[in-house]
């Protein structure tokens, strides 16, 4: 597995990564596949890439996504008027906001490793309040996959992240902030790492209806893995019984010539 290499360039998934990450996901949440993922891209450990602020988590899962599978993305939304089933696409690109790394030019050189090492503290003020906070990581989203409500996900994570707490310069517990608060806390998250909270603007041809969807790239990229997972098991399958090939050497060829196999075998 990637992760015993050292950190370097990303590199695109290949057809052996995805079926072993796709196998491991089974026994994993959905934050532990997406460090999974990127553990085989990279080759860096866990732990730097678990501390890494979302934003900047998924700016790495968007352009692997990118270098594996292609600039374009597919997706659809229900149309919260009329629930009329509405299909979008869009690149990588469109998506892909300023103020991060030029993730180009560091999947051909060997900065990766100390490219996403910025998690400084950061200030501000409310009212009377003053906090001193972080961005959120992965291990802060694992430890609230078991929160009974969104309202209780969203205390423990800006919990987590209060690094100090003070009203008129009285330090109290970051778990009595009045709720207005915290609204401001999250919104101050947001505004300093805005990948990792993607708008889609969408118009539905039914009802011309305009709306905001979340796109979560986490998600997404996990259900074309687990497809793709599913397609390349098949293909396994079928040259296997038709050339009694091992699966190592059927999934170490390219794409195109295990589709021209198939393509002889299917007729």
């Given at each position: 597995m990637a992760t015993g290499m050292m950190p370097g360039p990303m590199r695109p998934l290949s057809a052996a990564d995805v079926l072993h990450a796709w196998e491991l996901g089974q026994r994993q949440h959905a934050v532990e596949r997406m460090l999974t993922l990127?553990?085989?891209?990279?080759?860096?450990?866990?732990?730097?890439?678990a501390g890494l602020p979302i934003g900047q988590r998924d700016a790495l899962l968007l352009f692997l996504r990118e270098i594996t599978l292609g600039p374009q993305l597919e997706s659809s939304a229900s149309c919260p008027q009329c629930s009329q089933q509405v299909e979008f696409r869009f690149n990588a690109a469109d998506i892909r906001l300023s103020g991060y790394p030029d993730l180009q030019l560091l999947a051909h050189t060997d900065q990766l490793a100390g490219a996403f090492d910025q998690h400084s503290p950061i200030s501000g003020e409310f009212g009377a309040y003053r906090l001193?906070?972080?961005?959120?990581?992965?291990?802060?989203?694992?430890?609230?996959?078991?929160?009974?409500?969104?309202?209780?996900?969203?205390?423990?994570?800006?919990?987590?992240?209060?690094?100090?707490?003070?009203?008129?310069?009285?330090?109290?517990?970051?778990?009595?902030?009045?709720?207005?608060?915290?609204?401001?806390?999250?919104?101050?998250?947001?505004?300093?790492?805005?990948?990792?909270?993607?708008?889609?603007?969408?118009?539905?041809?039914?009802?011309?209806?305009?709306?905001?969807?979340?796109?979560d790239i986490s998600t997404f990229f996990w259900r074309e893995i687990a497809a793709l997972s599913k397609r390349l098991l098949q293909d396994v399958h079928t040259l296997a019984t038709a050339y009694s090939w091992s699966e190592e050497t059927i999934l170490n060829m390219t794409a195109v010539r295990r589709q021209a196999y198939l393509e002889m075998v299917l007729g």
């Open positions: 990127l553990m085989f891209s990279t080759g860096a450990p866990r732990s730097r890439l001193i906070f972080r961005l959120p990581d992965s291990d802060d989203l694992a430890a609230i996959v078991n929160a009974q409500s969104i309202d209780e996900a969203q205390r423990r994570l800006l919990s987590r992240c209060i690094l100090d707490a003070r009203k008129e310069d009285e330090q109290i517990d970051p778990a009595d902030l009045p709720s207005d608060v915290l609204a401001w806390l999250g919104e101050r998250i947001a505004q300093a790492d805005p990948q990792g909270d993607i708008l889609i603007d969408l118009s539905c041809p039914n009802c011309d209806h305009r709306w905001q969807s979340i796109f």
